[in-house]
């Protein structure tokens, strides 16, 4: 009975995307872990220097996803993000930060990082995030836009939704369907439905998790109570 329960534990683990997470503070390593390793779907591995990192890529393939962070030991600029982007190859790399400039993250997207994660992102938002560069996206935080004076949709689109378009909302970051946030609200599905594409619309989301992700960061959710 013990070898069979040990084939489903494996079999479930290989189902599970691998997240590594490669910050040389002890802290930030353990919270995103926890975050990460609460959704079902994930499984992560910590590293605290450039060079653990790279011999986990060559030792065990390649992650679903690298967080790796700049001034970790052995980081000495953007090449070595250029180079963990080779090693991981064809998976993603996303720089994770506290502090990163602007010029930085440019560069380091230029190098074939696929976004940006501060580290004072929210859990929710930290989770949405990083289901939206494993869909293939690449995430920045509105900040970046906003300092680059290009349009951003989250502030201004955001303070335009109504409170029907902010319970939705909600019921979207909580994970639920079309049907469960119908039910939850008491409205039909072709009401939510309608909703859901008021908001992509007004949050100019690419798809639900970019709306979530959209949602969480600029603290909407939170103002809808």
């Given at each position: 009975m013990g070898d069979i329960f040990s084939d489903i534990d494996a079999a479930d683990t290989a189902q599970r995307r691998r997240i590594l997470i490669a910050d040389d503070e002890t802290l930030v390593r353990d919270i995103l872990a926890l975050y990460l390793n609460r959704q079902s779907g994930f499984v992560t591995s910590t590293c605290s220097t450039l060079e653990e990192v790279h011999t986990a890529i060559e030792r065990d393939g390649p992650f679903d996803a690298v967080l790796l962070d700049f001034a970790m030991p052995g980081v000495r600029g953007v090449p070595d993000v250029a180079r963990t982007v080779e090693l991981n190859h064809p998976e993603p790399v996303v720089l994770l930060s506290g502090n990163a400039s602007r010029e930085v993250?440019?560069?380091?997207?230029?190098?074939?990082?696929?976004?940006?994660?501060?580290?004072?992102?929210?859990?929710?938002?930290?989770?949405?995030?990083?289901?939206?560069?494993?869909?293939?996206?690449?995430?920045?935080?509105?900040?970046?836009?906003?300092?680059?004076?290009?349009?951003?949709?989250?502030?201004?689109?955001?303070?335009?939704?109504?409170?029907?378009?902010?319970?939705?909302?909600?019921?979207?970051?909580?994970?639920?369907?079309?049907?469960?946030?119908?039910?939850?609200?008491?409205?039909s599905e072709v009401t939510v439905k309608m909703h859901m594409r008021n908001l992509m619309q007004k949050l100019g989301a690419k798809n639900r998790t970019h709306a979530a992700l959209i949602a969480l960061e600029s603290r909407v959710v939170e103002a809808a109570g």
């Amino acid at each position: 009975m013990g070898d069979i329960f040990s084939d489903i534990d494996a079999a479930d683990t290989a189902q599970r995307r691998r997240i590594l997470i490669a910050d040389d503070e002890t802290l930030v390593r353990d919270i995103l872990a926890l975050y990460l390793n609460r959704q079902s779907g994930f499984v992560t591995s910590t590293c605290s220097t450039l060079e653990e990192v790279h011999t986990a890529i060559e030792r065990d393939g390649p992650f679903d996803a690298v967080l790796l962070d700049f001034a970790m030991p052995g980081v000495r600029g953007v090449p070595d993000v250029a180079r963990t982007v080779e090693l991981n190859h064809p998976e993603p790399v996303v720089l994770l930060s506290g502090n990163a400039s602007r010029e930085v993250v440019f560069a380091a997207l230029s190098a074939g990082a696929k976004g940006f994660l501060p580290k004072s992102l929210s859990p929710r938002a930290l989770i949405n995030a990083v289901n939206f560069v494993l869909a293939g996206e690449v995430f920045l935080p509105s900040s970046i836009h906003e300092d680059d004076g290009t349009v951003q949709a989250t502030g201004k689109a955001a303070s335009g939704l109504t409170g029907q378009e902010r319970r939705v909302l909600a019921g979207l970051c909580e994970g639920m369907s079309n049907k469960e946030i119908a039910r939850h609200l008491e409205l039909s599905e072709v009401t939510v439905k309608m909703h859901m594409r008021n908001l992509m619309q007004k949050l100019g989301a690419k798809n639900r998790t970019h709306a979530a992700l959209i949602a969480l960061e600029s603290r909407v959710v939170e103002a809808a109570g």
